[in-house]
């Protein structure tokens, strides 16, 4: 059966001396009918769980550890469990569920403002705060309003009271409870363990299981608990200096010409993406989605409305320019995005505009920015949502133009160095500046094919580009097996009328 997680919303909320983490996992009760099979049970107070004593039996795990780059994590996990990732600002979140879905571990990288923060008090608020969803008790009379100096007694309770424990070196603060379960059903039983990886960051794991699986889950989550290791932070400091001082060094070795030779090299091009059928016919093929780039020298008057563009504005620049169309589960993505960078590289802007299209009902969400030496503002607007105004920080150096985010594969295939890059640059999904990771490659069994793998985030999957000794585009591989590869619009258009999709 298929967990359904509840209140998955990314707003933030602040707990002890400033800790931020995600609502939606660590703080708000989560339904548990799906997890296992639920056996009802009368009466709103968790009976004690089994006993926590550890069964006998193995926990098989895989042979490859998951790593979770931004923390320096590995570990092992069972080999029946998935891992899912994502990413919110600057919180990694892993989610890993086993097939059996009776229990699920929850990973986070929460932050603290303030360095004194301890695992312990991370872990007590934590508690606290799910023991307070679950229902207090107060001493008030009847149809008087609750007092919080009054509180008597809460409906979780404690299963093992937190303690510290050593994992590989490591110290951790663990405690595991149990709140009601829903609807009458079985109490949700909780372990959460707190490392501190450094002054201001955290490695949260939580488990969340029912009453009736949790000798059985917690022999396995503490057996991946056991496994986690965390480089250390000054190597993966001094790892990421590298790779940005090598970023660096090629961007900043390029002059206006080699700009200038990129964006006339192929000044209109089309890509298709698609999941290959097993046969490997285009026919067969499943269509996801199309675009077309269009590089140029122009002004920033092309950005009208975004950015600080204005008409008569006559700022000389970079042009990139997207139209793209993406299908996903019955809605269609139209994408309109133009992308301007001075010559010097010290200003930028850009507008993305998107519509979201299902039967006859048409939202829109828009995204202006600009940037000028290292003060950027991005303002986000939308159908249903008020207007929002973000201004990321970031240091110049190591710093990424959105535009040479474009021509980054033609521009480092031209500086022709193989080598490990790092840059920071603005991403819409995070609505942050933060670290991509670009690995280019020439491959020897493929003379002039050269491999660009790019991680747009530490702990984002990785997409693999080839492209020819030019900078051109052969083929991209994306995580999910579907493909972007160069088409023309005729044989673009072809293949999307005889499958019926819309390209009007």
Do not use: C
């Not at 919180?91 to 229990?103: D, L």
């Not at 969803?133 to 299963?159: Q, R």
């Not at 507008?351 to 202006?368: G, L, P, S, Y």
């Not at 890059?421 to 069994?445: I, M, N, T």
């Amino acid at each position: 059966m298929k967990m359904i997680l509840a209140g998955g919303t990314a707003s933030p909320l602040t707990l002890h001396n400033g800790l931020k983490v995600l609502a939606g996992v660590l703080v708000s009760l989560m339904p548990v009918t799906a997890l296992g099979q639920p056996t009802p049970k009368q009466g709103g107070k968790p009976s004690t769980p089994p006993a926590a004593t550890t069964p006998s039996l193995a926990v098989e795990l895989g042979d490859q550890p998951f790593r979770l780059e931004s923390a320096g994590l590995s570990m092992f996990l069972p080999v029946d469990a998935t891992a899912q990732s994502t990413t919110i600002g600057e919180a990694a979140t892993v989610q890993v569920i086993p097939a059996t879905s009776t229990w699920l571990i929850n990973i986070q990288t929460p932050r603290s403002s303030n360095p004194e923060t301890t695992p312990a008090q991370v872990a007590d608020q934590v508690v606290t705060q799910h023991f307070k969803n679950a229902g207090e008790i107060f001493d008030v009379k009847p149809g008087e309003a609750p007092d919080p100096s009054k509180i008597v007694a809460v409906k979780g309770n404690l299963i093992e009271p937190r303690k510290a424990v050593s994992v590989n070196g490591q110290s951790a603060e663990r405690v595991y409870f149990a709140v009601p379960g829903a609807a009458g059903g079985p109490a949700v039983v909780r372990g959460f363990t707190v490392f501190k990886t450094t002054a201001n960051k955290f490695v949260t794991f939580e488990l969340v299981t029912t009453e009736p699986q949790f000798a059985a889950a917690r022999r396995i989550y503490e057996t991946v608990v056991a496994t986690a290791t965390f480089e250390d932070s000054t190597a993966l400091s001094s790892d990421r200096a590298g790779v940005i001082m090598a970023g660096t060094k090629v961007i900043e070795g390029l002059r206006p010409e080699a700009y200038e030779a990129v964006l006339a090299a192929q000044p209109e091009r089309w890509e298709r993406l698609y999941k290959p059928a097993p046969g490997g016919a285009d026919a067969d093929a499943t269509e996801i989605g199309y675009r077309r780039i269009r590089t140029h020298v122009g002004t920033r008057a092309e950005l009208v409305g975004a950015g600080g563009g204005r008409v008569g504005d006559r700022q000389e620049g970079y042009i990139v320019q997207m139209d793209a169309r993406i299908l996903d589960r019955g809605l269609t993505y139209d994408s309109n995005s133009v992308f301007f960078m001075s010559p010097d590289r010290n200003d930028e802007a850009w507008t993305i505009r998107n519509a979201i299209r299902k039967d006859r009902t048409v939202d829109q969400f828009n995204e202006t920015g600009a940037r000028s030496g290292v003060n950027m503002s991005v303002k986000v607007d939308g159908t249903g949502r008020a207007e929002q105004l973000f201004r990321p920080t970031f240091q110049r150096e190591g710093y990424l133009s959105r535009v040479e985010a474009w021509l980054l594969p033609q521009l480092l295939i031209r500086a022709g160095v193989e080598a490990n890059f790092g840059f920071y640059s603005f991403q819409s999904d995070a609505g942050l500046v933060r670290l991509r990771r670009d690995s280019l490659d020439q491959l020897p069994d493929r003379p002039g094919v050269w491999q660009l793998t790019t991680k747009l985030g530490e702990d984002k999957p990785a997409q693999v580009g080839y492209f020819n000794e030019k900078g051109e585009h052969i083929r991209t591989e994306m995580h999910d097996g579907s493909v972007w590869e160069p088409v023309t619009i005729e044989k673009l258009g072809r293949l999307w009328k005889s499958k019926g999709l819309p390209m009007d």
